[in-house]
């Protein structure tokens, strides 16, 4: 039922174009755990996110093949950039070449790193943060995304229902409870307001009150 479910949504929301589609498919072919990719209904969300909200200043916390990267930025208005963090350099080359079919190049920033470093240094206020990295590391992205998201501006996390382990008390392997913490985080934060949306595995949409 829910792979028929999933099937219906996919057939029920717009296709991915050209690009994307062929992103998603050496994604397949070239990467050795391509389910981590956005795909095509999640990175249909984020793009209509960016399209509602027009951020100038957009952050990723892991980028993968620049999936989600390319639907966001595509979104966001012509002086808009996204920067977006990856910490495995053999994806470099893959994701520059992406970028540059999307003709992208001057909207989104990649930094190759580990965020939990490159995060401080950032400057600017973003608008929207998209953390979408290791699991382990989501409690971390969360307090530091937050000091760099501006007084009413969002964060979204990717993965918070975890294959539905986060509702199983009889699993408790690290990543679970690494994203059981965040989410416990989320909902006991009175700076910020939020909703779970059972999407794919799961994503939250924050809002920074203040
Ligand atoms: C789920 S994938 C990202 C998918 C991508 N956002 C998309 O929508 O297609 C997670 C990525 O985070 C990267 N990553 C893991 N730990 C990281 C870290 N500490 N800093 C930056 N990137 C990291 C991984 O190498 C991987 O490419």
Redesign the pocket.
Same mark, same amino acid.
């Given at each position: 039922m829910k792979d028929r479910l999933e099937d219906y949504v996919l057939k029920h929301s717009t296709a991915p174009d050209a690009l994307l589609h062929e992103i998603y498919r050496q994604t397949n072919l070239r990467t050795i755990y391509p389910r981590?990719?956005? #795909?095509p209904v999640? #990175?249909k969300l984020l793009e209509m996110i960016c399209r509602m909200l027009q951020p100038k200043r957009v952050l990723?916390? #892991?980028?993968?093949? @620049?999936?989600? @990267?390319i639907s966001m930025a595509r979104a966001m208005p012509d002086d808009g950039l996204l920067t977006t /963090?990856? %910490? =495995?350099e053999e /994806?470099e080359p893959l994701i520059h070449d992406f970028v540059a079919k999307a003709g992208l190049e001057n909207k989104i920033e990649l930094l190759i #790193? *580990? %965020?939990?470093i /490159?995060i401080p240094g950032l400057k600017d206020d973003f608008d929207l943060v998209?953390i =979408?990295? *290791?699991k382990l590391?989501y409690p971390t992205y969360y307090e530091l995304a937050f000091e760099k998201v501006r007084a009413g501006g969002f964060i979204l996390a *990717?993965?918070v229902l975890w294959s539905g382990k986060v509702a199983d008390p009889g699993v408790t392997d690290a990543e679970t409870m690494a994203i059981r913490e965040f989410n416990q985080l989320v909902a006991n934060d009175p700076r910020v307001e939020q909703v779970l949306l059972p999407l794919r595995d799961g994503l939250t949409i924050i809002r920074k009150c203040s």
């Open positions: 981590m990719i956005s #795909g999640q #990175g990723e916390i #892991g980028t993968f093949t @620049a999936y989600a @990267a /963090l990856e %910490a =495995d /994806l #790193g *580990d %965020a939990k /490159l998209f =979408d990295a *290791d590391g *990717d993965n």
